[in-house]
């Protein structure tokens, strides 16, 4: 019979493609790992890696043994939760993959508020670019993702709308529209900018805005591309140019810092969804992580960002 924990100690080693940086996940030693890895090629036949020094690359045998040796680790996984929960407590492990801004302003608070309830449940929290968050949902490496990436084509997700995050245009205190507060539109091409990545929900939606009123993003002078809206945030502060950036960012570093600037008849905002993958049976765990989400006792759900910082200050 398979081990289940030799399945596991293989998944982690293909994903990190590092014994040393399986063995550390595992917290396990390095030796133990490759022992265990020997142990499945002895069982299969074949080899699952190549080894080439320090480096790995999955064989044809391992790339096809990870994702049945995923459904392996998830079966067991949730074969254990439920025995555990027959005496009618949640317990568990839940993966929830996210996005920058979410993972950063709205997932910590979610994630405590569910803790609470249900204390027995372990949370892990992966904040990744939205492509490869829904990547990991898909292949089972989370359970949950929290992006505005929509996947609507695929039957196989379930995405429910979660909130709806504004998105400003700020300006250096210093800067000429600080004064006024307002520009119309055509202005925007008179600026400099501080931008996300084009893979980035914030970039989307402003790219989207734009076009509704006949501009191109690609039309605006663009000095900087970053990672992060902290950072794009920083470099406005620091006169750099100006930027696009979520409100919920400006709420919690200090709206002070920087001057909202207002573009006429134009508003920017961007959904927010939770989706699951229905392909892969949910743990008593999972499930009840979905109905809080979608329950009164999560006061966080589907409302803007301005509301959800006023609940959140009064909780």
């Known amino acids: ?52 020094g320090r480096s790995l690359e999955l064989t044809d045998a391992g790339l096809a043994l990870v994702p049945l040796a995923r459904e392996a680790v998830a079966l067991s996984v949730r074969t254990e939760e439920a025995m555990r929960s027959v005496k009618g407590d949640v317990v568990g492990h839940l993966m929830v993959g996210c996005s920058t801004t979410p993972g950063k302003y709205v997932l910590p608070q979610l994630l405590a508020r569910f803790h609470q309830r249900y204390p027995q449940v372990r949370v892990t929290c992966q904040v990744s670019s939205q492509q490869i968050t829904m990547q990991l949902l898909m292949e089972g490496g989370v359970h949950f993702a929290l992006t505005s990436l929509v996947e609507s084509a695929d039957p196989e997700l379930e995405m429910s ?13 210093s ?35 734009l076009a509704q009123v006949g501009i191109s993003i690609h039309h605006l002078s663009t000095l900087l591309t970053l990672g992060n809206a902290e950072a794009i945030a920083m470099a406005v502060q620091e006169g750099l140019g100006v930027g696009f950036i979520s409100e919920m960012v400006i709420e919690r570093l200090g709206p002070d810092r920087v001057a909202r600037i207002q573009i006429d008849g134009l508003q920017i905002s961007r959904d927010i969804y939770l989706s699951r993958n229905l392909r892969r049976p949910a743990t008593i765990a999972q499930n009840a992580f979905w109905e809080f989400v979608h329950s009164k006792d999560n006061p966080l759900y589907c409302v803007d960002v301005a509301q959800r910082e006023r609940i959140l200050e009064l909780t």
């Not at 289940?4 to 080693?13: D, E, G």
């Not at 390095?30 to 142990?39: E, R």
């Not at 090629?41 to 699952?48: I, K, P, Q, S, V």
């Not at 006024?180 to 400099?192: F, M």
Request: net charge negative.
């Open 1 to 52: 019979m398979l081990d289940i924990h030799q399945l596991n100690i293989f998944l982690t080693a293909a994903e990190t493609l590092s014994f040393t940086q399986a063995a550390q996940k595992l917290h396990l030693t390095q030796p133990s790992v490759s022992q265990h890895i020997q142990a499945l090629e002895r069982r299969f036949g074949t080899e699952l890696f190549i080894r080439n």
């Open 175 to 209: 800067h000429p529209w600080a004064e006024k507060g307002h520009i119309a539109p055509e202005e925007l091409t008179q600026a400099t900018f501080i931008m996300r990545e084009e893979s980035a929900g914030t970039y989307a939606a402003v790219r989207d805005a």
């Open 161 to 173: 709308r979660f909130l709806c995050d504004k998105v400003i245009l700020i300006a250096p205190q």
